[in-house]
């Protein structure tokens, strides 16, 4: 696991730093592997060559002078193309943006990558407006899993999701509406982290769900999701729902502490009762489980809210919202969407305003009822996925096993959720977990996802189809 492309962040960083690596040799490395096996895997729509080549001689530059960006200093960084890039067009995988003409700047989130140093290597696949589904009627071709190209990779962070498990960089953006970062990370043994709402800033990012929507990290390890949320963070007063927090969040400090003395609440319930899960997925939580209580964690059950209940709640809204962002177009341009994002925002036409209110009601009950169990326990866990990954070309299977999740709780209630791999299924497929915290303590998070994957060498986790 020596060779470049499997490099975390956080070492690599290290080695530029300690001028033991350019980051040229790096960025050459992860060119040369996108262009040799991404044709199998179709994790990027755009890779711009030549602009991340000139930002690593620069980087090696102020690097050989002793200069430092920031703790991402000449770390390749790939960017949901929902996301805008400047220089870069935004075609949110869709005809109805095909042909616009380049974002003038870059999203706060990338500025933020950008000036820790990080360099971004172009624009990856996502389901069409971040809902559609892996599509095949699309300008451009799904992405697909690394650990199976038969299968799916998980969405709507599609391409984040299957680069970093085809090894094609150390970390990338997402975004997370109803799962959308935690999805990828389930189907692709990778971290993902949907932060605490307002954590992150979304200026600059195509919207689905205003009241929904989070940007977060994607990473094949802790460490390095860790590492990467802290560059993230940070009050955006041009983002309405952005948070002013007291002080700066230092994730790295704590992260190898360990779990002794800390609660852990298990929502059984949520793949027991409401959606039986696979055996095999239900297998790799009590595992968990009991990893956590040997390392000094007490492991007690938690009620929740159904997820039944959670996902009317977050359907209601979604829908709703996504719809009066894409009325006029699906209204005058109907057939330049997918079949699957045109079926998906169509329904938001349906919702009525006394549907949306109910919705916001019932969500705010939700969030003291969660509130109300954290106040018992430290850390949540619970199923991410309830199956692994189906093949990408049963589309029927896919609208089956996208309900079969417990995901969108932690959108509608909006507290920080990390997703990670438990180990592989008899057919060599990743299965997964999902922490929740507090708001606003992704330290705490991190540090129980960090226990398990130091335990259960989960960061050792690679696909090796395209290797």
């Known amino acids: 696991m020596n060779e470049r492309h499997w490099m975390t962040a956080k070492a690599a960083a290290a080695a ?30 755009l890779v711009d060559a030549d602009a991340a080549l000139k930002e690593a001689h620069a980087a090696e530059a ?18 949901k193309d929902i ?31 950008r000036a820790a140093g990080a360099i971004v290597l172009g624009k990856l696949s996502t389901h069409e407006f971040a809902i559609g589904g892996p599509s095949f009627d699309l300008p451009w071709p799904p992405a697909r899993n690394p650990w199976n190209r038969d299968h799916h990779p998980g969405g709507s962070s599609s391409g984040s999701g299957s680069g970093l498990a085809a090894g094609f960089f150390p970390m990338a953006l997402g975004t997370d509406t109803g799962g959308s970062i935690r999805n990828p990370a389930s189907a692709c043994a990778i971290v993902g982290t949907k932060p605490t709402y307002g954590l992150v800033s979304r200026r600059g990012v195509f919207p689905l769900a205003f009241t929904l929507d989070h940007v977060g990290p994607m990473t094949r390890t802790v460490a390095d999701n860790a590492l990467m949320l802290g560059t993230l963070v940070g009050h955006d007063p041009l983002d309405p729902a952005s948070v002013q927090l007291p002080e700066s969040c230092d994730y790295m400090t704590a992260l190898d502490q360990g779990v002794r003395d800390l609660r852990i609440g298990f929502v059984r319930h949520f793949h027991e009762a409401d959606i039986p899960a696979d055996p095999e997925v239900a297998a790799g939580l009590d595992r968990v489980a009991l990893t956590l209580r040997s390392e ?11 997820l039944q ?9 979604l829908q709703s919202e996504a719809w009066s962002i894409h009325s006029e177009w699906l209204r005058d341009r109907p057939g330049d969407y997918g079949r699957l994002g045109r079926r998906r925002l169509m329904s938001g036409a349906f919702m009525g305003a006394g549907d949306y209110v109910l919705a916001s009601r019932r969500r705010s009950q939700m969030i003291v009822e969660v509130e109300t169990a954290l106040r018992d326990v430290d850390v949540l866990l619970c199923a991410s996925a309830m199956d692994p990954a189906c093949r990408i070309d049963e589309p029927e299977e896919i609208e089956r096993t996208y309900m079969r999740q417990a995901r969108t709780p932690f959108n509608v209630t909006g507290h920080p959720a990390l997703a990670m791999p438990t180990g592989l299924s008899r057919d060599g497929l990743p299965l997964s977990v999902q922490f929740v915290g507090r708001y606003f303590d992704e330290a705490t998070l991190f540090k129980v996802a960090r226990t398990w994957e130091r335990v259960a060498c989960t960061d050792a986790l690679h696909p090796f189809l395209v290797g």
């Open 62 to 79: 102020e690097a050989a002078q002793g200069r430092l960006r920031g703790p991402l200093h000449g770390i390749p960084v790939g960017i």
């Open 83 to 113: 996301i805008d890039v400047a220089g870069l067009p935004t075609t949110c995988h869709s005809k109805i943006f095909e042909n616009d003409a380049a974002a003038r700047t870059d999203a706060e989130c990338v500025a933020r990558l």
């Open 296 to 306: 000094g964690a007490s492991v007690v059950d938690v009620r929740l809210p159904a």
């Open 16 to 45: 530029i730093a300690d001028g033991e690596m350019s980051p040229v040799e790096l960025v050459k490395a992860l060119l040369d592997r996108i262009e040799r096996l991404d044709p199998r895997v179709n994790a990027f729509l």
């Open 309 to 317: 209940d959670f996902a009317a709640v977050n359907r209601v809204i």
